[in-house]
């Protein structure tokens, strides 16, 4: 846009250059020369105007230089040009009258005619020039300060981010990793103590799970405290088979039914697959007592679809278990997450049943 309003300019300045010459009567000059050289006079001086941007004092020299031969319209803009745009050098404004009036002859031919009308109009854009380059330059200067300005509050916004998050770190080390101990401890301590096989194998696995969750969490900590987001190892296949292993190990009954190769898809669906059956099962385990699990997964070449579904419950919860009632909808952000859907709801037998469609492959 900027340089067709310059190209066309340019055009308006040759145009008027050619109509003086050709329409208008010989104006007094100091160079006596033919038509020719002053047409070419005022050709030059339009075509100078081409880098009255990005060039502003160079294009403002030869324009000056130019109308010592003989007046041209390229001075007026030009004389706006040098005042708008260029950094130094502004004096040069008043060159551009003072080379008009000696092109003109004003001072040598005292009988020139007209010999303010041109210096005058040159000096108003000149001016022009000089507010209008003054108020651009006080706008980016305040727009330059709104963009500083919030830099500055999106840092302040990060340091306060940090800060709570090592906050959160300080509280989750100091208040869940020391109950998180105190459990594996005495897990350990009833697995050594116990004269029952079934106990001590119950301990054992109590005392396995409380070291798996504490390594999680400290990993967690860790996050939270350097605030980048630990690479996450990627879920195995087999790790689905021991997840439907440990929660048949124990009392639930459920079966596993998976279709295709899950080798054959991406890790973060393998996770994030692996997570809506997790879940999946707690909610099994926390709200649906002797209930019958089945899980089918169907791993095809462009989509992968776990079904989770469980009948009626056969008995009360034995156990108030603490929950925040935000599993499934935080395992619906994560399916959403990898351009996956997950419905959710009871079915007409008094179960329930999770259903998660997610693509083959996302990046990782």
């Known amino acids: ?44 001086s339009a075509v100078a105007l081409w880098w009255r941007r990005t060039h502003p004092v160079a294009s403002s020299l030869a ?12 001075s007026m803009v030009s004389a706006y040009s040098v005042a708008a745009h260029a950094p130094r050098h502004r004096w040069l404004v008043v060159v551009h009258p003072v080379t008009w009036a000696i092109g003109a002859g004003v001072w040598a031919m005292p009988n020139a005619d007209d010999g303010f009308t041109g210096p005058g109009i040159i000096v108003i854009a000149g001016l022009a020039g000089l507010y209008l380059g003054a108020r651009r330059r006080l706008v980016q200067a305040l727009v330059e300060r709104a963009e500083r300005a919030e830099r500055e509050r999106e840092l302040l916004a990060e340091q306060a981010r940090a800060d709570e ?14 109950r998180l101990n105190l ?25 396995t799970a409380g070291c798996q969750a504490l390594a999680e969490l400290r990993d967690l900590v860790g996050v939270l405290r350097s605030g ?11 790790r689905l088979s021991r997840l439907v292993a440990d929660s048949a190990a124990t009392g639930l009954e459920v079966t596993l039914t998976e279709h ?14 692996y997570r809506v059956v997790q879940e999946s099962l707690t909610n099994v385990h926390k709200h649906a007592p002797g209930a019958h699990t089945e899980i ?17 419950p056969s008995a009360a919860p034995d156990l108030a278990l603490p929950g925040s009632g935000s599993g499934l909808l935080g395992l619906r952000g994560r399916v959403e997450m990898v351009g996956g859907t997950l419905t959710a709801g009871p079915t007409d037998d008094g179960g329930f049943e999770v259903d ?9």
């Open 63 to 74: 324009i000056a230089f130019l109308a010592l031969l003989t007046p041209t319209y390229a």
């Open 356 to 364: 998660a469609v997610l693509p083959a492959f996302v990046p990782t």
């Open 1 to 44: 846009m900027t340089r067709a309003v310059d190209l066309a300019l340019v055009l308006l300045v040759a145009a008027l250059g050619l109509w003086r010459e050709f329409a208008l009567p010989a104006p007094s000059r100091l160079v006596v020369a033919s038509l020719a050289f002053y047409v070419a006079v005022h050709l030059v």
């Open 228 to 238: 980048r987001a630990a690479r996450i190892p990627d879920v195995l296949p087999d």
């Open 296 to 312: 089918t997964i169907h791993c095809g070449p462009s989509s992968v679809r776990a079904v989770i579904r469980n009948t009626r």
């Open 260 to 273: 295709g190769d899950a080798d054959t898809i991406s890790p973060a669906v393998r996770r994030t697959m």
């Open 165 to 178: 998050r090592t906050r959160l770190a300080g509280e989750m080390h100091d208040v869940v990793t020391h």
């Open 183 to 207: 459990m594996v401890l005495h897990a350990g301590a009833l697995r050594v103590a116990a004269k029952d096989d079934g106990v001590r194998r119950a301990a054992e696995e109590l005392r």
